[in-house]
């Protein structure tokens, strides 16, 4: 795990965490200063010497970018397309597919909103017919419940690693096991995992894995990623195209790239793509398995210490927590609570019950607090925080 001196010396890498207690991580974490620097330096170079010079004169640090990607994954670098968040990635494969009446999707109850409205189109317009697996009484995924669910009909599964809002964390690789036997296309959210735990694509089997930037990597904003199965690349058809994505464009056809980039459109922002390498190469230094262990070390402890705290609930149901700590305090609207913990210097979020519409209403919530943390917070700061809470 990492050790206490260590987090001392990358929190004196991270200018934010003098100046706040930050415990929205699942919101978007505070960067490093290195990715900071690394994007306003890009800014600055651009600005005195042109978008399109600079870019070539980076372009290697820029390809760099996707061997990193690649390596957080397990994934071979032309597998890797970039996106400005996750909604874009997921919806570019999920778009990208292509439905007949009578095929069957199946995703679970912590589906997110975006996914979920992807979902709804698909089976009110296309006559697909999408199967939720409820979670079971602990609140875990019920891997019977889902492969009794499986059919000849089910075309895809479409499911989230870990939440947003609390609950347990999926079985992705176990999943991936049926998927895989079962010779059905899979799709991973992974938004709120990458840079939280390690991921390794080839053990989760997914076709697809869709990631954003800013939140458990701690990337600038405005970043993302979609993996893409190099053998499933031509059973999604790119939703929007340019001249990176094709060539010999003419009017009787063109010829698509052979790489995951065919998803991606030229322009975008270097300097957050600098900025999203950077980030990946620093947890990558570190290790994730030493990330995700100091990660389930605090919010172990944060669950602990907010359950003392009188009227206050700790919604996170499954025997695989996250970093992410769900809870509401009787007679305090999570919102004037995170007003309040704002005023003290203390960084929480309030989840709705838009974000997960189907688990938050099947446990009876429109809001939970959400206190998300990163390797950089500390016991003090957690500490700080339910005194704040006891206060009130
Ligand atoms: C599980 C999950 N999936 C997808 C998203 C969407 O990510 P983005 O805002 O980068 O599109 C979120 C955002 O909170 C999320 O928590």
Same mark, same amino acid.
């Given at each position: ?241 340019? =001249? ?82 769900? =809870? ?65």
């Amino acid at each position: 795990m990492i050790a206490h001196k260590e987090v001392q010396e990358l929190r004196s890498q991270t200018r934010g965490v003098a100046q706040v207690v930050h415990f929205n991580n699942a919101g978007s974490s505070l960067p490093a200063d290195v990715v900071v620097d690394t994007v306003i330096d890009y800014l600055r170079e651009e600005a005195m010497a042109g978008g399109y010079e600079t870019e070539a004169k980076y372009q290697p640090q820029i390809d760099a970018v996707y061997d990193r990607i690649a390596t957080l994954i397990n994934a071979e670098r032309d597998e890797i397309a970039l996106f400005e968040n996750a909604s874009a990635a997921w919806g570019t494969a999920f778009k990208g597919l292509s439905f007949q009446e009578g095929d069957e999707i199946i995703t679970s109850e912590m589906e997110y909103v975006t996914n979920l409205i992807g979902l709804a189109d698909t089976q009110q317009l296309g006559g697909v017919k999408v199967k939720v697996i409820p979670n079971d009484e602990h609140g875990n995924f019920s891997m019977s419940d889902f492969e009794q669910s499986v059919t000849p009909q089910t075309k895809l599964i479409a499911v989230t690693h870990v939440s947003s809002s609390g609950g347990s964390i999926l079985p992705i690789e176990e999943i991936g096991k049926v998927a895989e036997s079962r010779g059905i296309l899979y799709l991973v959210d992974a938004c709120q995992s990458v840079g939280q735990m390690p991921l390794d694509v080839q053990k989760i089997k997914c076709d697809m894995l869709s990631v954003t930037g800013r939140k458990y990597l701690r990337a600038p904003r405005g970043t993302g990623f979609l993996f893409v199965k190099k053998s499933s690349l031509d059973k999604l058809k790119p939703v929007l195209m340019d =001249f990176l994505s094709a060539g010999n464009v003419s009017l009787s056809g063109y010829t698509i790239r052979q790489d995951a980039r065919r998803f991606e459109l030229y322009e975008k922002n270097r300097a957050l793509t600098l900025g999203l390498g950077k980030a990946v190469e620093y947890a990558l230094g570190i290790g994730l398995d030493r990330i995700w262990a100091r990660i389930e070390y605090l919010s172990g402890i944060m669950r602990s210490a907010l359950a003392e705290i009188p009227g206050l609930r700790v919604h996170d149901f499954g025997d695989h927590k996250s970093g992410i700590v769900t =809870f509401t305090l009787d007679g305090t609207e999570s919102l004037e609570l995170k007003i309040k913990l704002a005023a003290a210097g203390i960084n929480v979020s309030v989840g709705g019950a838009q974000a997960t519409p189907i688990y938050m209403e099947k446990n009876q919530l429109s809001t939970v607090v959400r206190a998300s943390v990163h390797y950089y917070n500390t016991e003090e700061e957690i500490e700080l925080l339910c005194r704040a809470i006891a206060a009130m």
